[in-house]
């Protein structure tokens, strides 16, 4: 591990608890130290990083992302991953169990843990995943360390479909932990697979029938049957994804978020892209769920805002671009985002009524607060000094030659995002600087406030 340097950012716009206040912050030892609205660099020891004119942020939590280490590691790693997570201003993350092997047993969990305590440059928590058969291990999942138990009610990359009723009852009526979702019926999918082959051929399906195929009408009868589910049982259920207008019904706006206990994400591509875009990305934008209407992302959007959603994630999945060139029905779903998220979203808010405190609840706050993590998600004195400074005067062109997710694609390429992450600290060590990842692997595991 580094160790932490003590850092002073004078005359900053800190973006914090739904506001905007210029001030100063001191980080030591690891943690915020202090923050006031001028604090005196001659008493002190510190390294000075002027900011003014740029905005301060807690750094973002993105509670769904896809490594792909162990076994698919040639899509990409726990370090180029979270590499280019620091690099985009995600301080920490949480990763999924649909690798090889799949992470559905603690042993195999606590592999993962290990790796990363190795190689991770972002902290760092992954989910243990549920099979049809794998209750008694999920019943032994740590409510401190451990983030949550992924329950895949839809198939996505691996293979690791729960669609035993059965099993599903039983693991919302009996295990206590903080249960999450990927919803898709799967009968829903077939039907609509098989009848566009029937009408086109299998060689004749296109990237634009995607949210044909993964439709709407099957996001909602699976999201509606867990979150009943979840109500009938009291379980605590957070789902994934959300990726249409008519789930948002499902949700709640109204209820504070620390007396929720079904709670939603969306994903940037979801608010970011619509159908039209299949026309020039195709593959690259074949997600599962899939990215549908206009009116699907301006519904998100508006779901942003009314607090129907709760937290905004990448659901970060990068594949080779050889993977993603493939005809649509052998290329794979999923794509890299991490590195671009926190920007998609301040660009938004030039585009939305949607403001930069709202993108710091979504990213930073609510997802601290959703799943209980310790000391991290705000600006706060005593927490890790989790840290991102972001230049809103300067604009950052998403190339080739600076994506640093292994698989070296974006979604986003060519495209310029008016502002600029100039600096993160993870832990209060100096990781990203103007470009360049500096030191060494700073990670820590999170810990989670639950009893």
């Known amino acids: 591990m580094n160790k932490s340097s003590e850092y002073l950012i004078k005359n900053a716009s800190l973006v914090n608890d739904g506001e905007i206040q210029e001030c100063d912050l001191l980080i030591k030892n690891g943690y915020i130290e202090r923050i006031d609205n001028s604090i005196n660099q001659d008493k002190i020891q510190a390294k000075i990083i002027e900011a003014k004119g740029s905005y301060v942020l807690p750094g973002v939590i993105d509670s769904q992302v896809h490594f792909r280490e162990p076994g698919l590691i040639h899509k990409g790693e726990i370090k180029t991953e979270s590499m280019a997570a620091i690099a985009g201003g995600v301080t920490s993350y ?18 993962k843990y290990s790796r990363a305590s190795q190689v991770s440059w972002a902290n760092y928590s992954f989910n243990l995943g549920a099979t049809n058969d794998n209750i008694d291990e999920l019943k032994r999942a740590s409510k401190e360390n ?92 957070h789902v994934y994804h959300i990726s249409s207008a008519i789930e948002l019904d499902l949700f709640d706006g109204s209820i504070p978020l620390n007396e929720k206990k079904i709670t939603s994400e969306a994903c940037v591509h979801h608010l970011w892209f619509c159908d039209e875009d299949y026309k020039s990305l195709g593959n690259k934008i074949k997600w599962n769920p899939a990215v549908k209407t206009d009116f699907d992302r ?9 607090g129907r959603i709760d937290v905004v994630s990448s659901d970060h999945a990068p594949h080779t671009l050889e993977e993603k060139m493939r005809p649509y029905a052998k290329a794979p779903a999923g794509g890299p985002l991490i590195q671009y998220s926190l920007l998609a979203m301040i660009e938004m808010t030039k ?101």
């Open 146 to 237: 451990i983030a949550g138990i992924k329950i895949f009610m839809g198939s996505s990359t691996g293979n690791m479909l729960v669609d035993n009723q059965k099993s599903i009852e039983r693991i919302f009526s009996e295990v206590d932990h903080q249960l999450i979702a990927h919803c898709e019926d799967e009968q829903t999918i077939k039907k609509n697979l098989e009848e566009l082959i029937r009408r086109k051929g299998e060689n004749g399906l296109m990237p634009s029938d995607h949210p044909i195929i993964r439709s709407s009408e099957g996001c909602y009868l699976s999201s509606s049957k867990a979150i009943n589910l979840a109500k009938n049982t009291g379980a605590r259920f």
């Open 351 to 451: 585009q939305n009524d949607i403001d930069i405190t709202k993108v710091v609840q979504l990213m930073c706050h609510n997802q601290a607060d959703l799943f209980r993590i310790n000391k991290r998600g705000y600006l706060r004195e005593g927490y890790h000094a989790d840290v991102v400074i972001l230049d809103p005067r300067n604009s950052t062109v998403v190339e080739e030659k600076n994506i640093l997710s292994k698989c070296s694609w974006s979604p986003f390429e060519n495209q310029t995002f008016s502002s600029n992450i100039t600096h993160t600290f993870v832990n209060g060590v100096l990781n990203y600087k103007h470009g360049e990842i500096l030191g060494s692997t700073n990670g820590h595991r999170l810990q989670f406030e639950r009893k």
């Open 94 to 111: 949480i990763e999924q169990p649909n690798t090889i092997p799949s992470a559905t047993t603690i042993l195999e969990l606590e592999k």
């Open 298 to 306: 301006t519904t998100l959007r508006e779901g942003l805002l009314d």
